[in-house]
């Protein structure tokens, strides 16, 4: 069974402070996807990084997927309350079109 | 920007009844999926859809469960009868091609709860 672990599961930090979330599994994905979700919304795509040591900006945001293709990050710069939500990553294990979900990160920044 | 729409918002039902959940996908998309989300849980993958037929389905998706495309654009997810355990949100979510590289866009869900 394939599985994605995200850490930390909850972060809360000041506006203007930098954080970098992570997304660790042992098995190796075609292709990352990276998903903010707001309360009572469905997740929205922020990122997809395909190839292994991908490293992917926008805006303040920075997304990497491991040369292994096992594990992906995200880091924010200078983060603001608009960034608050939970952060998801989901990853193709290849030769389906399912996304595994990783556990997610629930991110609160505080003006 | 084009979206996925799911209706309804929020259904309730009593156990044993049967429940048809709506979604209109992104007009030139091809692939079709439903999620769930268990409250405090993950999201978890149900099905893929193409060309008129499932492509995967994960062991949630029993006997209870059926997908349809009844027409041009609407996709739905029918719960034949239903259980107090499938109170949860439902994803559906589409993507223009099948690929590793081709991202699935989601609806906002559908709010299910079984009495």
């Known amino acids: 069974t394939q599985l994605l672990e995200q850490s930390p599961q909850f972060l809360s930090i000041q506006e203007g402070e930098n954080l970098t979330v992570y997304c660790n599994s042992s098995?190796?994905?075609?292709?990352l996807q990276w998903y903010r979700q707001e309360p009572g919304e469905g997740p929205v795509l922020l990122v997809t990084?395909?190839?292994?040591?991908e490293v992917k900006k926008l805006k303040r945001l920075t997304f990497q997927f491991g040369d292994a293709r096992k594990d992906s990050s995200l880091h924010i710069t200078a983060a603001q309350p608009g960034d608050t939500g939970l952060y998801l990553c989901?990853?193709?294990?290849?030769?389906?079109?399912?996304?595994?979900f990783g556990t997610g990160t629930l991110l609160a920044v505080q003006p | 920007e084009p979206e996925v729409t799911q209706t309804p918002s929020h259904q309730v039902t009593q156990m044993g009844q049967e429940v048809i959940l709506r979604c209109v996908p992104i007009?030139?998309?091809?692939?079709f999926y439903w999620y769930r989300q268990i409250l405090g849980q993950k999201v978890e993958f149900l099905v893929s859809?193409?060309?008129?037929?499932?492509?995967?389905k994960s062991e949630i998706f029993d006997d209870q469960f059926s997908v349809e495309r009844p027409d041009g654009s609407n996709f739905t997810l029918k719960i034949r009868s239903t259980k107090l355990e499938d109170s949860a949100m439902y994803f559906c979510?589409?993507?223009?091609?099948?690929?590793?590289?081709?991202?699935?866009?989601f609806g906002d869900g559908t709010r299910l709860s079984i009495l």
């Open positions: 859809f193409y060309n008129n037929e499932i492509s995967e």
């Open positions: 007009s030139n998309h091809l692939y």
């Open positions: 979510a589409s993507s223009e091609e099948r690929g590793s590289n081709q991202p699935q866009h």
């Open positions: 990084v395909v190839t292994g040591g």
């Open positions: 098995s190796v994905f075609s292709s």
């Open positions: 989901a990853g193709d294990p290849g030769a389906t079109n399912k996304l595994i």
